[in-house]
T-cell receptor
Framework: GQQVMQIPQYQHVQEGEDFTTYCNSS?????IQWYKQRPGGHPVFLIQ?????EVKKQKRLTFQFGEAKKNSSLHITATQTTDVGTYFC????????????FGEGTQLTVNP | DSGVTQTPKHLITATGQRVTLRCSPR?????VYWYQQSLDQGLQFLIQ???????AKGNILERFSAQQFPDLHSELNLSSLELGDSALYFC?????????????FGNGTRLTVT
């Protein structure tokens, strides 16, 4: 079945440093979604990318969808303590009936 | 606030028991999903309902069952509980049945089996 892998599993940064998490799928995705889960909280939808090579920005966050629609990345510029949490990517395969598969997540810790 | 309501917030029960988790989706959302999240782990898809009908099934144990009622709220029933069932159970909802619309998660029910 479809697998979605994320690296790294954990990332510790100093406040102000940049952070990137990578998402790779074993199959082509129809779209990629990113979610953030704060410690003790629930996943919150951040963004969805649909087109091959698409790049979207939300303030300090930059999301990219690969040309082959099998990988994606989330880059945070100049991290802040409010960025702490686990970032999940999720994507459905392109075949009909494919379900949304979540990656294992990247847990980000920001030291002030 | 996502608009998805889950009750109860916490549940502590003993092995062998049965519990029911409840979820009310966002107004207007027809799809309800159940996910299990064990400590420091990812989100494991259990089951999806759309407008009252089962739409997709994930790694849901035979001891677990769910349903979606005419008013679109959903219940997840967990029976013959084992220690390993201790986890955070999330309900999520979306407008459509496919996976092109984002999921809106509730605050979760933390189940502890002792």
């Amino acid at each position: 079945g479809q697998q979605v892998m994320q690296i790294p599993q954990y990332q510790h940064v100093q406040e102000g440093e940049d952070f990137t998490t990578y998402c790779n799928s074993s199959t082509t995705l129809s779209n990629i979604q990113w979610y953030k889960q704060r410690p003790g909280g629930h996943p919150v939808f951040l963004i969805q990318l649909v087109k091959s090579g698409e790049v979207k920005k939300q303030k300090r966050l930059t999301f990219q969808f690969g040309e082959a629609k099998k990988n994606s990345s989330l880059h945070i510029t100049a991290t802040q303590t409010t960025d702490v949490g686990t970032y999940f990517c999720a994507g459905p395969g392109e075949t009909s009936g494919s379900r949304l598969t979540f990656g294992e997540g990247t847990q980000l810790t920001v030291n002030p | 606030d996502s608009g998805v309501t889950q009750t109860p917030k916490h549940l502590i029960t003993a092995t062998g028991q049965r519990v029911t988790l409840r979820c009310s989706p966002r107004s207007g959302d027809l799809s309800v999903y159940w996910y299990q999240q064990s400590l420091d782990q990812g989100l494991q898809f259990l089951i999806q309902y759309y407008n009252g009908e089962e739409r997709a099934k994930g790694n849901i144990l035979e001891r677990f069952s769910a349903q979606q009622f005419p008013d679109l709220h959903s219940e997840l029933n967990l029976s013959s509980l084992e220690l390993g069932d201790s986890a955070l159970y999330f309900c999520a909802s979306s407008v459509a049945s496919g996976y092109n619309s984002p999921l809106h998660f509730g605050n979760g029910t933390r189940l502890t089996v002792t």
